[in-house]
Nanobody, 124 residues
Framework: VQLQASGGGLVQAGDSLRLSCAAS????????MGWFRQAPGKEREFVCA????????YCADSLKDRFTISRDNDKNTVYLQMNSLKSDDTAVYYC??????????????????WGQGTQVTVSS
């Protein structure tokens, strides 16, 4: 299984950014997909997750007004649209896959596979 996250970079506060995570060697449309992030010196935290069919999405309360998760099962890709970025959003962003067939989860332990992460840096 391979999850390749991309789209990170250096942006200014207020900008938007879209992250992508391309999956291979798994039945992508059967997996719940999630995004997490980890800032320096902090624990990894939940960002957003999406059901295997895409009909159910779930984002952290503090982010749901600015972040949106989506997926394209034909392209085996999950996206994270981030708007009105703030310096506090600076982190390495990871995508993850959960094979449990359950609802999207914020629990890190629910996820079976992880990508390598992509760095997002927001300058103020």
């Amino acid at each position: 299984v391979q999850l390749q996250a991309s789209g990170g970079g250096l942006v200014q506060a207020g900008d938007s950014l879209r992250l992508s995570c391309a999956a291979s060697r798994l039945a992508f449309s059967s997996y719940v997909m999630g995004w997490f992030r980890q800032a320096p010196g902090k624990e990894r935290e939940f960002v957003c997750a999406i059901s295997w069919g895409g009909s159910i999405t779930y984002c952290a309360d503090s982010l749901k007004d600015r972040f949106t998760i989506s997926r394209d099962n034909d392209k085996n890709t999950v996206y994270l649209q981030m708007n009105s970025l703030k310096s506090d959003d600076t982190a390495v962003y990871y995508c993850a896959a959960d094979r449990s067939y359950g609802n999207p989860s914020s629990n890190i332990g629910s996820y079976d596979y992880w990508g390598q992460g992509t760095q997002v840096t927001v300058s103020s």
